[in-house]
């Protein structure tokens, strides 16, 4: 049996190869505009942006410095000194803020900041070991590393190391640094790294299935910088080293902590589900998607594409969060999406971008991107502070005080003792400009509505366009076409699936009631006629300098149920307009949110708060409210204003109740009980 898997790995090492070698390697069809090409000019996303890089990003490099991570690059440089943090991964929170910081610096030039980052790779460099091995936790003191690494290099590499998990951050941040700057400084660090895992990994040497997946995505990174085959194959064969874990036993009440945990329990082209820990999940899928692109391997992009549906159809919540147990960090079962145990983490939502961005690489489906857009505009953003140095690192549905329902992370912390939510959050917010293009030969796609101008070519042709809006309070779109010369091309803009009536691309959630309001679309002032392909709008017109493209989304508020399916939403709705999921919080409605009910036949209005919450577009109605006695022995209800905001801006004023999901009727017997429990709360 061995003797065959070694064969068989070797086959596809070889079809890697020569994959990577021919003059028409295979590739993504559709190709991201570029970072550098695109300038962001956005009343929403700027200034968190800006943010980002005058906050956020300082305050990691900061935190970096305060909790010693960047003492363990300088004890490891001595080759003296002990481990000074908890976790042999804090390696990659500078890692991490090296990346942000480099995409930011295409944003805002920054001398001081380049200057010091110079510095701070310098430190990396000292760090490494000879032959390119890159790991404090190691390195300081190699007779006694951490308790996680084990006595030699890579032999605890599948369940607690992180040493690959590591080389991962490193790659990723060396290829943003490189293509922010054009400086190989870092790049160097991470390819001798990369040198040195592809001489130990392969078939014939020694063989891991990475027990925190990242190192594959990085690979490629590497490859496509560099062309070299290693890169990919190596990329390939760790993929491959998965489901060979004789020690996982399916039927174990505790098997998640086995192989599914890791994504170890089947090949992965024998993988139909989403499972395991998130964020390493999507860590894994978003390599299977490159690997899969890449090498044309069509039983990896077969295996990919079900468990995107099957997340999108079980195991997702209507934010765009993923990872519904806490225990593990993990998704649950299918349908098992609990409201106020939900875990979400940060970190997993950067991970779902990732992903969503690459299956739209490959089909070039809007659906995707309405994904993707969901998780930006809730589940990701709620993971920060409107200051830009609080966090969530989990980003629960509800809140409840109450002893009798004992909440998790009820208010935001500046850090954590594992803190990769933040550092995952400063590199992840720079790279939007990347997010918000894309092309494949004559085809330009607009992705995301988000005001700026992009520089590209189609053909040898230099084309601008100018995107105007107040999205997504309003959905008035405007795209101002600017070639250099009279040019025949097709532009795709995505209808939304929420101007549709499509809540999500598959059954587990729906409007309550369908809507009459179309998409229009203009050129120059004149409807046009346009086909539609897989979501997009597809406008094919030869184009000249200033034509106007202007798209109308209808805004509407629309209730959202969930599939029946999914027990903690039965009879309840979620509110949402455009893109954006709302919450009711109790800083808005009389020190209670648990108490709101939301018949079908609600009416809300709308209104822009530019003071509040740093600009919101803010939804009322009037509603019943259960109100109790003040001896707890009758209940009733009365008229009140239901206040909603956006759900990414909760927590931004103190520990108090939200809610997503409001229940439709009384006849809820669990919200009463609930209520009598709760009574003296916000009193």
Avoid at 560 to 584: E, I, S, T
Avoid at 630 to 649: C, D, E, F, G, K
């Amino acid at each position: 049996m061995n003797h065959i898997l070694s064969s068989l790995a070797l086959l596809g090492l070889l079809s890697t190869q020569a994959a990577a070698q021919t003059g028409k390697r295979s590739d993504y069809p559709i190709q991201a505009v570029s970072f550098t090409k695109v300038q962001l000019a956005d009343n929403f996303w700027l200034p968190r942006l800006k943010t980002n890089t005058e906050v956020t990003i300082p305050a990691s490099f900061q935190r970096c410095e305060a909790t010693n991570r960047v003492k363990n690059f300088e004890m490891a440089a001595a080759r003296q000194g002990k481990f000074a943090t908890i976790f042999p991964f804090d390696d990659t929170d500078i890692y991490k803020t090296i990346e942000g910081a480099s995409y930011s610096l295409r944003l805002y030039p920054d001398e001081k900041l380049d200057a010091y980052m110079d510095a701070l790779i310098k430190k990396v460099a000292a760090a490494q070991e000879p032959d390119g091995y890159l790991y404090t936790a190691r390195t300081i003191d190699p007779a006694h590393p951490h308790d996680w690494a084990g006595p030699e290099r890579w032999v605890k590499e599948r369940e607690l190391s992180h040493e690959l998990y590591n080389s991962g951050h490193l790659y990723e941040a060396a290829v943003a640094h490189y293509e922010a700057t054009g400086k190989k400084t870092l790049l160097n660090i991470a390819l001798k790294n990369a040198d040195l895992v592809c001489a130990t990994f392969g078939p014939g040497k020694r063989a891991v299935a990475p027990g925190h997946e990242i190192v594959e995505m990085g690979l490629v990174k590497l490859y496509r910088v560099t062309g070299k085959p290693e890169y990919l194959s190596t990329a390939k064969f760790f993929l491959d080293q998965r489901g060979r874990y004789a020690g996982y036993d399916p039927k174990s009440p505790d098997a998640w902590r086995n192989g599914s945990y890791w994504q170890d329990h089947k090949p992965v082209v024998d993988q139909k589900e989403a499972e395991g820990h998130a964020v390493r999940a999507e860590y894994l899928y978003s390599a299977m998607a490159d690997v899969a692109a890449l090498t044309g391997d069509q039983q990896l992009l077969a295996a990919v594409d079900s468990i995107w549906q099957n997340m999108v159809t079980r195991k997702l919540y209507v934010t765009g969060g993923t990872g519904a147990v806490p225990g593990g960090e993990r998704f649950g079962a299918n349908y098992e999406l609990p409201n106020t145990t939900a875990y979400n983490e940060t970190c997993a939502s950067v991970a779902n971008v990732y992903w969503n961005q690459r299956m739209f690489q490959l089909h070039g489906e809007a659906k995707y991107v309405d994904i993707l857009e969901k998780v930006l505009y809730n589940g990701l953003i709620s993971g920060v502070g409107l200051d830009g140095k609080s966090f969530f690192y989990s980003n629960a549905m509800q809140i409840r005080n109450s002893a009798s329902f004992p909440q998790t992370e009820p208010q935001r912390a500046g850090w954590f003792d594992c803190s990769c939510c933040p550092t995952n959050l400063a590199r992840l917010m720079p790279s939007l400009p990347g997010y918000v293009y894309a092309q494949s030969g004559r085809d330009v796609y607009a992705n995301l509505f988000i005001s700026g101008t992009t520089e590209l070519k189609v053909g040898n042709q230099p084309v601008r366009i100018t995107q105007h809006n107040n999205y997504p309070w309003q959905g008035d779109l405007k795209f101002t076409m600017s070639p250099a010369a009279a040019t025949e091309f097709n532009l795709l803009v995505r209808l939304p699936g929420w101007a549709r009536n499509e809540a999500m691309p598959s059954d587990l959630y729906r409007f309550a009631m369908p809507s009459t309001e179309k998409i229009s679309i203009t050129i120059n002032g004149k409807p046009v006629q346009y086909t539609t392909r897989k979501g997009y709008a597809v406008l094919a017109r030869q184009w000249r300098k200033n034509d106007l493209v202007e798209v109308k989304l209808p805004m509407e508020v629309r209730q959202v149920v969930a599939n029946p399916r999914v027990h903690d939403d039965q009879g309840k709705v979620a509110l949402q307009r455009g893109p954006v999921v709302y919450c009711a919080e109790w800083a808005d409605n009389h020190g209670r949110a648990g108490n709101l009910i939301v018949p079908a036949a609600t009416t809300f209005t709308t209104r822009y708060q530019p003071e509040q919450l740093n600009g919101i577009m803010q939804l009322q109605a009037t509603v019943p409210a259960v109100q109790l006695d003040a001896a707890n022995t009758s209940i009733s209800t009365t008229r009140q204003t239901l206040t909603a905001i956006p759900y990414y801006a909760w927590a931004n004023r103190g520990k108090g109740e939200m809610t997503v999901w409001f229940p439709q009727q009384l006849t809820d017997v669990e919200l009463i009980s609930r209520q009598s429990k709760e009574a003296t709360v916000g009193k």
